[in-house]
């Protein structure tokens, strides 16, 4: 099918549009008038009451009144950034995604990091995940990669996101602590939690405090699925490796810099862009055949599992790049909205019950974030192809639709708006065949929560292990609650490192628990190695 070219400009083009022209002289009000007089209102007498005529008084007044909408129910805090997104090579054997055929085709993209708990005003280098959010632009619609710094997540099951989200946030009594997971609420879940175990040591660790946007990796954490123009699929992770490295702040710094510039992380985004020192990442993928999906120790539908880079490494398949700051802030940064169920085709889902949760909940909270679904049209959200369907009517339509049909199938609008063949890009999903019985159960291969936490903690140097046992000592030595500290130490920690439970029981006055019940680790290795390498191959 022949679809126009988009390329890196195609998106600030369709954005030109809608900018406002910085050369207009005269003030004027929304209609169009222009403004004598902006410093009083309009009175009658100079010392008289003000006039309900005052037009342009009353315009001012309602537009700062309404001038904020609903923050993000998590990730609330973001910096945005634009840029472009080059394949290295056609990855057309693996997916027939468009954008990942052309090495020469830059495909613009927006992006927008994040905080996770605090709200919109809150400081920049809290400990907490950080989001990691991309919009391709392609030229077959929009895919947003909704990813974090984490490669792992804290539940399995969507159904546990409200439970998590309400013991993360600040305590629905007296709205504290604002921006910290040190909390009575969230260590009572996560000590209730087992699956937890993983992504808290991450949280722990010094990927919690990045010392820049710049210098943190992304993960889209699902495993999800690539499909190419034979309709073969296979299942992939996907990672954005920052070029400058990965660098974190200790505890001191951003504790000071909490206080001292709490748009750290903001500020050096905006300023790297501003010097030309654009942030480079290279999107890497781990590839794993449809028939190894069992091949492993764990199972790649959970969402608490990583699979480790020595047994599927990392292959890096092309680069992003951010070079332009947002005009303004509300207009893109704030409207933006991501959806990990954007995709386009030769991308798709997995069974993942968190991803499938996913897909319900961000379109849901997006139409409470903008009161109306035609939140698309916002210029940040329009995809750079043309858009036709026969939905729309609702607040804040901006499309003009023509004619007198709107229903399909239809003889008097001649048929359209027309289906699109496979060949022509039309989505088709991946058919996979699904067999079962209705049953609310989790999977008896997402038991195992605590392996790969301990891996994670053995991995660690020693001064790695040093500050996360500090991170633990300050976390959880502000837990009123003493049950929730010894659950923590005896039910969580001490599953994952003796050492560890009883490093962190010495300091938040718990004692160490008296036998080592700590995981043994599965051998991660063992009979998926082969497979893993036959993999790559
Ligand atoms: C934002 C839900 C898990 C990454 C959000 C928002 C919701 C949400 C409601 C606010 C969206 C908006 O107002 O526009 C969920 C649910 C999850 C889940 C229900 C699990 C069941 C995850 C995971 C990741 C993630 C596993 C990472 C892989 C993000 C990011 C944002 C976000 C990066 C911010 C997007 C932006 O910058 O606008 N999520 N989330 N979420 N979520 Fe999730």
């Keep these: ?29 929304d209609q169009g008038v222009r403004i004598s007089r902006t410093d009083d209102s309009l009175k009658a007498g100079s010392r008289g009451p003000t006039l309900m005529e005052d037009f342009h008084f009353r315009e001012k007044m309602t537009h700062l009144d309404h001038e904020s909408i609903p923050e993000r129910v998590v990730h609330a ?11 290295y090579e056609s990855m057309a054997d693996l997916t027939k995604a468009k954008f990942l055929q052309d090495p020469s085709q830059k495909t613009p993209v927006f992006v927008r990091f994040s905080t996770v708990v605090g709200s919109r005003g809150s400081a920049d280098t809290v400990r907490d995940v950080r989001g990691f959010a991309t919009k391709f632009y392609t030229q077959e619609g929009n895919y947003d990669l909704v990813g974090n710094n ?6 399995q099951d969507a159904i546990k996101f409200p439970d998590l989200v309400h013991a993360i946030k600040p305590q629905p009594d007296k709205e504290m602590p604002q921006a910290s997971a040190a909390h009575d609420t969230f260590w009572d879940f996560a000590s209730l939690m087992p699956e937890t175990a993983h992504m808290l040591m991450w949280v722990l660790s010094d990927r919690a405090i990045p010392r820049s946007f710049r210098m943190m990796e992304g993960f889209g954490v699902h495993t999800f699925r690539l499909v190419n123009a034979q309709g073969e699929g296979s299942f992939v992770k996907f990672h954005w490796k920052p070029l400058l490295g990965v660098h974190s702040l200790v505890w001191d710094e951003a504790q000071k810099l909490a206080g001292k510039d709490p748009d750290w992380l903001r500020r050096d985004l905006w300023e790297a862009i501003e010097t030309g020192e ?14 190894d999906e069992h091949a492993f120790a764990f199972d790649i539908l959970d969402a608490t599992k990583l699979i480790p880079e020595e047994l599927v490494p990392v292959r890096r398949i092309g680069k992003m790049t951010l070079n332009r700051n947002p005009d303004n802030f509300f207009a893109e ?19 993942d019950p968190l991803l499938q949760g996913r897909l319900f909940s961000y379109v849901d909270t997006q139409i409470n974030r903008f009161h109306s679904s035609n939140f698309t049209e916002v210029p940040i959200n329009r995809p750079v192809v043309p858009v036709h369907n026969q939905q729309g009517a609702g607040f804040m339509r901006q499309t003009i639709n023509k004619g007198k049909v709107n229903y399909f199938p239809n003889s008097l609008g001649g048929g359209y708006p027309k289906m699109a063949s496979e060949q022509e890009g039309g989505y088709v999903h991946y058919t996979e065949k699904v067999e079962g019985h209705k049953i609310r159960e989790r999977s008896k291969s997402f038991k195992d929560h605590f392996s790969q936490a301990t891996l994670f903690w053995k991995s660690m140097s020693a001064g790695e292990k040093k500050r996360i046992v500090q991170a633990l000592h300050f976390e959880l030595g502000k837990v009123e609650s003493k049950e929730v500290r010894i659950r923590m130490v005896n039910e969580i920690l001490n599953h994952i490192s003796y050492e560890l439970a009883t490093m962190v029981a010495q300091g938040i006055g718990v004692d160490a628990p008296s036998i080592a019940v700590g995981s043994k680790v599965k051998d991660v290795a063992g009979t998926i190695k082969d497979k893993a390498v036959h993999a790559l191959s």
């Design 77 to 87: 805090r973001g910096s945005g950034a634009h840029g472009y997104f080059q394949v």
């Design 333 to 351: 940064t704030e409207q933006v909205a991501f959806h990990p169920g954007n995709v386009v085709p030769g991308i798709d889902f997995t069974n």
């Design 1 to 29: 099918i022949e679809t126009t070219r988009v390329d890196e400009n195609s998106k600030n083009q369709q954005l030109e549009n809608f900018r406002e022209d910085p050369n207009e002289q005269y003030l004027t009000t």
């Design 278 to 291: 654009y942030p480079e990442f290279e999107l890497g993928i781990q590839m794993i055949p449809e028939g």
């Design 150 to 155: 984490i490669p792992v997540f804290f539940i």
